[in-house]
């Protein structure tokens, strides 16, 4: 009888175990069911369309003998950039040369003297009955290659000529020179300029004493050529380098 029993609680043990997993198997397919016949949701990313960053500042376009040359003018100079945008949009600076020219150094015009002068002539002193502009010194605007300076005279102010300029070529100068001309001026330079003067290179020695004012952001290799032709007497070009400015986008 004992024997019976327990044959008939194994049977019943075995039918609900039996009948278990059959329900599982049901709740499994059920699921599969309901899953397949649900749509799936594709998930959207939005994508917003990147802001273009505008520079508004002036652009001048300068066509000269040996090329094409752009510069942006700084809004953080304005007196030197209105000036200058000014005698641009006149006429002022065409047909007038590049009237000093010195390799791994610059490349100056804008005296108007320069625009009917003989070959051969002293030039540089055009300009001088002119007002000149106030010193617009930034610690963050150094003379590495490409920018755009103001020439002066050695009034004590140290206020721009307000026609002639010069456009920095320069050099490369190594750690130790940069060092050597902090210890001289007293003054430090950013790690931003210190990196531009031992790479494209510029006149680091200007710094703070001649205004700057813009820059190129066309037509550097037009600086090197014309800061490379064969000069006369006063690094005067030996072949007349005209140029011709209007303002451009």
Same mark, same amino acid.
């Given at each position: 009888?004992?024997?019976?029993?327990k044959l008939l609680i194994l049977s019943?043990?075995?039918?609900?175990?039996?009948?278990?997993?059959?329900?599982?198997?049901?709740?499994? #397919?059920? !699921?599969? %069911?309901?899953?397949? $016949?649900?749509?799936?949701?594709?998930?959207?990313?939005?994508?917003? +369309?990147? @802001?273009?960053?505008?520079?508004?500042?002036?652009?001048?376009?300068?066509?000269?003998?040996?090329?094409?040359?752009?510069?942006?003018?700084?809004?953080?100079?304005?007196?030197?950039?209105?000036?200058?945008?000014?005698?641009?949009?006149?006429?002022?600076?065409?047909?007038?040369?590049?009237?000093?020219?010195?390799?791994?150094?610059?490349?100056?015009?804008?005296?108007?003297?320069?625009?009917?002068?003989?070959?051969?002539?002293?030039?540089?002193?055009?300009?001088?009955?002119?007002?000149?502009?106030?010193? #617009?010194? !930034?610690? %963050?605007?150094?003379? $590495?290659?490409?920018?755009?300076c103001a020439a002066r005279d050695n009034? +004590?102010? @140290?206020?721009?000529?307000?026609?002639?300029?010069?456009?920095?070529?320069?050099?490369?100068?190594?750690?130790?020179?940069?060092?050597?001309?902090?210890?001289?001026?007293?003054?430090?330079?950013?790690?931003?300029?210190?990196?531009?003067?031992?790479?494209?290179?510029?006149?680091?020695?200007?710094?703070?004493?001649?205004t700057v004012f813009g820059e190129v952001?066309?037509?550097?290799?037009?600086?090197?050529?014309?800061?490379?032709?064969?000069?006369?007497?006063?690094?005067?070009?030996?072949?007349?380098?005209?140029?011709?400015?209007?303002?451009?986008?």
């Amino acid at each position: 009888m004992n024997k019976f029993f327990k044959l008939l609680i194994l049977s019943n043990t075995l039918f609900f175990a039996t009948q278990a997993i059959a329900q599982t198997k049901k709740k499994v #397919e059920l !699921k599969k %069911n309901i899953a397949a $016949k649900t749509p799936i949701k594709k998930v959207v990313t939005k994508s917003y +369309p990147q @802001k273009k960053i505008v520079d508004n500042s002036i652009k001048i376009k300068i066509s000269t003998d040996s090329g094409v040359i752009v510069v942006k003018l700084y809004d953080s100079t304005p007196l030197h950039r209105d000036n200058f945008a000014k005698l641009v949009k006149e006429g002022f600076y065409d047909s007038l040369i590049f009237h000093r020219v010195i390799s791994n150094f610059m490349i100056q015009g804008g005296d108007p003297n320069s625009k009917h002068s003989e070959p051969g002539a002293m030039l540089g002193n055009g300009g001088g009955d002119m007002a000149r502009i106030p010193a #617009e010194f !930034k610690p %963050n605007l150094y003379h $590495k290659k490409g920018t755009l300076c103001a020439a002066r005279d050695n009034n +004590p102010e @140290k206020a721009s000529s307000a026609c002639q300029f010069y456009i920095v070529q320069g050099k490369p100068y190594t750690d130790d020179e940069l060092n050597g001309m902090e210890m001289q001026s007293g003054k430090k330079f950013t790690a931003e300029a210190r990196l531009a003067y031992k790479t494209i290179g510029g006149t680091p020695f200007l710094d703070q004493n001649y205004t700057v004012f813009g820059e190129v952001i066309k037509g550097l290799n037009v600086i090197d050529k014309i800061a490379s032709t064969p000069k006369g007497m006063a690094d005067r070009p030996v072949g007349d380098i005209r140029m011709k400015m209007e303002i451009t986008k």
